[in-house]
């Protein structure tokens, strides 16, 4: 892909068109290819990074080829695209449940931009287009009912102060990840740090810190986005044992181990990005 259509595709794509339901983007391959180039893989990677606070109904990937091949050919390569697109979802924590369409098309005869250049125009179809709806809300009921008085649930600190024994285990429910990477969202610091005062505190419980990713198939680990590793849900559990150890947590209290996609929560993915604490050992 030369460098005259390459800027010309970044310049086309560089913000997605944005609606209150639709979140679209577009990815171009090299000739007789459906792997990505580095630099579109890249802007693809940072296209599902902002779907991260996205409630998502459905997605849906195309594939396309150029006029060159046969139609038999272009409709195989095109499905090849749509799927190798499909796959880089999947293993960046986009639930498969999400994706409803991956087709392919074959080819295409656009001419969007105005260009006479033929090895130009085709290169701006050899591509995948990938539309995100998003829900649409609905509306709340406007009549009043009683409010149930409802007991509050205790939170992490609390329940490492209270009554544990061994074989316990802690959600840590309000810390929360951001997609593909072992790094937790900024919100979700506050209370981690909450935590490991609470374990500081409570020196006689020894415990493994359970990492877990949501969204891959057949109980694989997801891929760390910032090492390239198929090992997220380890990555994510050595990030909170560091970060206890920092906090002051003796680390012969503690160890990590990644649990993959083994035990998936179900409902919303995001709660699948997860730590959770098992209880080995409680003294005084």
Known sequence: MNKFLLLI??????VSAFSQKELTHEVYFDTDKYNLPPTEKNRLLLFISTLTDIDIESISIFGFCDDIG???YNLKLSQQRAIA??????????SDDLITNVDGKGEI???????????????LNRKVEIIVKQKVPKPKPVEKKPVPKVEKKKDVPELIKGDLKVGDKIIFKN????TGYSTVTSGSKKTLEAIAKALVERKGIY??????VCCTQYSRDAVDRKTKKRNLSE?????????????????KRMRHLGMRRKFPLGGDPKFDRRVEILITYVGD
Request: hydrophobic share 45%; glycine share 4%; no cysteine.
């Open 9 to 14: 595709l970044i310049t086309l794509n560089s």
């Open 235 to 251: 990555a994510r559990a050595k990030y909170v044992y560091d970060y206890f150890a920092k906090k002051g947590v003796d680390k």
């Open 175 to 178: 810390i929360l990840f951001k």
């Open 85 to 94: 697109i499909k796959t880089i979802f999947s293993s960046n924590e986009i």
């Open 207 to 212: 415990f493994t810190i359970q990492g877990h």
């Open 70 to 72: 046969a139609d038999t």
């Open 109 to 123: 005869l656009l001419k969007i931009i105005e260009e006479k250049n033929l090895l130009k125009i085709r290169g």
